[in-house]
């Protein structure tokens, strides 16, 4: 292995060498307590020091770092205390996640550190959010995210390698490809003889780089990081290394040929850095065992420090009031002149004025730009607010849900839009594993909303008529929001778009341009988990939200003699059950109405709460009347069939007569 040293100094190298011991011995440690069944697990990355420790040096302790399972020299270059770390990996309290979830799978602002999850691909994505905040920001940073050569073979890695392109994002794409996904080796995993040959598709620059010589890791990125920050582009870079421990420890090595354990024994990394630096005179047995004798004692006591800590004691309250981040509504009247407008007007008003009270709110989607949207919602946004702001994306949903949590992670506000509701399927993933789980894991909002074009009526078939609120309201840490009226709409949306929580809105696709209604000019919010009561009577309860909600006033005026009250739920997530139940205990009977299937959806969840806390005040089942349970036709006559229209009427005055 050959070492330069270029321009470094005897004290810089001597930083590097410690840097790069530092993290093998906390391992090696590590391995011990495992063998003592004192640690439960434990990724090993043993082998692969040089990658973490070369880049994190070269980089700014300001600029964000996305690390992987075997990344710990990111951590201990970042000078996080050993105590904490250690109180992470045993779920103590000291950690970073209040023991809600293990090992790295946590992040830290003040480090700026942002870890991953397990499904891998988003944090890519994420790496791209916040490489956009920076190059929106003129600050000069960049952002390096680090992968495995086993995650390349995941959308999502393409898609952030795409979007990175297309954006010319000051990103740092880290591959270490250290020859196997847990047992699969790379010939099993891949064609191309080098995965840095990949960047060529998305013209993107790409290097090769011997991941086991921390001089070369260090030079590289530093010459990179220099003139990324005049000329920001993305870079992929494929770090060969080897993996010399299990995927974790409990795997083992059985399935790796033991002369390629020993070939790559001989490159490594501490080892030979070591050689070198005692071969230039800059290190001696007596400065090694000095620095060794350091770190012990900083592991020992830090370990001792998180023996010493008590375990987490489990408590309600804790865990509740972390899942969404807290949120102090600000409610804004607007005292100014109404208009007449429709559904859509007052999606497109909305984002107009909130884009204009932050001025770091981007929005993102496809088409949006100079051609509007699907819907023309963002026609004109353009001229007013620059493609800075107004981005169109690629068809690649996951990677832009990803972005969005980036940009909030560094400073920004998102509105992404799914051009229909049914495609967020491809951006599934991100929603309910990482945006809606990061406060709770590590106190990290995701400011994020995800407007959703939905709802049948328009003979748009399976794949652009779903309304699919339920795959979201049974995933805590997402706010599901699903107005009915344009006032309700504007509203709603400028508070989505202040809450730093995941916010799904959802828009009926029907009501866009058929439903009007006299909304202020001016800007407004209106609360979350407040229904309204659009209709008041005694026989019935009727609950409902988005369209649904104008078939049931449809109904009701062919039956003018009938006295309901009719509640509009407007958020799903919070759901206003206090309406709901002052309202039911006042009837006596209640009876759901939504478009969505029946089974699985929320009217069940709703039915289940009334007859949990209203069963006395009962004069009759809840009744739930719902869409077939089928995929949604294309025909008139079949999606006519499919809607729960002509079903609702029979079901209400069967339930009044009960």
């Not at 205390?81 to 209040?98: D, E, H, M, V």
């Not at 008590?310 to 807290?326: N, Q």
């Not at 979350?528 to 609950?543: P, S």
Request: hydrophobic share 40%; with cysteine; net charge negative.
């Amino acid at each position: 292995m050959k070492f330069n040293r270029g321009t470094l100094g005897d004290n810089q190298l001597l930083e590097l060498y410690k840097s790069i011991l530092k993290p093998r011995m906390i391992e090696e440690k590590m391995l011990v307590l495992i063998r003592q069944g004192k640690v439960s697990k434990w990724f090993s990355g043993i082998g692969q020091e040089a990658i973490s420790v070369g880049i994190t040096a070269a980089l700014d302790q300001d600029e964000y770092i996305l690390p992987m399972h075997r990344n710990l020299g990111v951590f201990t270059s970042r000078n996080i205390p050993l105590y904490r770390l250690f109180s992470q990996w045993q779920g103590k309290a000291n950690g970073f996640t209040k023991g809600r979830d293990r090992s790295f799978h946590f992040g830290s602002q003040q480090y700026k550190i942002i870890g991953m999850i397990s499904h891998l691909g988003p944090q890519l994505g994420v790496a791209d959010g916040i490489a956009l905040a920076n190059k929106l920001s003129n600050n000069g940073k960049i952002t390096a995210v680090f992968t495995g050569e086993g995650a390349t073979s995941e959308g999502d890695f393409h898609e952030a390698l795409n979007v990175a392109s297309v954006w010319d994002l000051p990103v740092l794409f880290v591959i270490e490809n250290n020859g196997y996904g847990l047992s699969t080796p790379t010939n099993e995993q891949y064609r191309c003889e080098n995965l840095a040959d990949k960047g060529i598709g998305y013209g993107m620059e790409s290097y090769i780089v011997d991941g086991n010589n921390v001089l070369e890791v260090y030079h590289l990125i530093s010459d990179l990081k220099k003139s990324m920050e005049t000329h920001p582009r993305p870079i992929l870079l494929e770090f060969k290394t080897f993996r010399m421990r299990g995927h974790e420890e409990a795997s083992g090595v059985k399935y790796v040929p033991k002369e390629l354990l020993d070939l790559w024994e001989e490159k490594d990394p501490v080892e030979n850095f070591k050689k070198y630096l005692i071969q230039l005179n800059i290190l001696t047995e007596s400065i090694d065992l000095e620095i060794t004798s350091h770190f012990k004692k900083e592991i020992d006591e830090s370990w001792a420090i998180v023996n010493s800590e008590p375990d987490i004691e489990a408590f309600y309250s804790d865990e509740l009031d972390d899942v969404y981040k807290g949120y102090d509504f600000e409610l804004i009247n607007a005292n100014s002149n109404v208009s007449n407008i429709r559904f859509i007007d007052a999606i497109s008003s909305s984002l107009k004025q909130s884009m204009q009270r932050h001025d770091n709110l981007v929005i993102m989607g496809q088409d949006i730009a100079e051609y509007g949207g699907a819907f023309k919602i963002t026609d004109g946004f353009v001229p007013l607010f620059g493609k800075d702001r107004v981005r169109n994306t690629p068809i690649c949903e996951s990677i832009i849900v990803s972005a969005g949590m980036g940009l909030s992670i560094n400073g920004y506000k998102s509105v992404v839009e799914m051009q229909f509701a049914d495609f967020v399927s491809t951006g599934f993933n991100p929603i309910v594993n990482l945006l809606a789980k990061s406060h709770y894991r590590w106190l990290e909002k995701a400011d994020v909303v995800i407007r959703m074009p939905c709802g049948a009526g328009t003979q748009a078939g399976p794949f652009h008529s779903q309304t699919n609120e339920a795959w979201f309201t049974k995933t805590p840490g997402l706010k599901v929001v699903y107005p009915a009226f344009p006032y309700d709409a504007k509203g709603l949306l400028n508070t989505a778009i202040n809450d730093p929580n995941p916010v799904l809105f959802f828009e009926h696709k029907k009501l866009y341009r058929s439903i009007y209604q006299d909304v202020p000019d001016e800007y407004y919010t209106l609360p979350f988990g407040k229904a309204a009561l659009v209709k008041e009577g005694e026989a019935v309860t009727i609950i409902s939200f988005g369209a649904a909600v104008h078939w049931a006033l449809e109904t009701l005026e062919k039956h003018t003699d009938l006295s309901v009250d009719l509640i509009d739920l407007r958020t799903l997530q919070p759901l206003d059950t206090a309406t709901i139940f002052d309202s039911v205990k006042k009837t006596g009977k209640a009876i759901i109405y939504q478009e969505d299937s029946l089974f699985g959806s929320i009217s069940s969840d709703i039915s289940a709460l009334i007859m949990e806390n209203c069963f006395e005040y009962l004069d009759a089942p809840v009744v739930r009347v719902a869409s077939l349970e089928s995929p949604i036709p294309f025909t008139k006559a079949l999606e006519d069939q499919y809607l729960p229209l002509g079903r609702f009427e029979k079901a209400l005055l069967d339930l009044i007569a009960y």
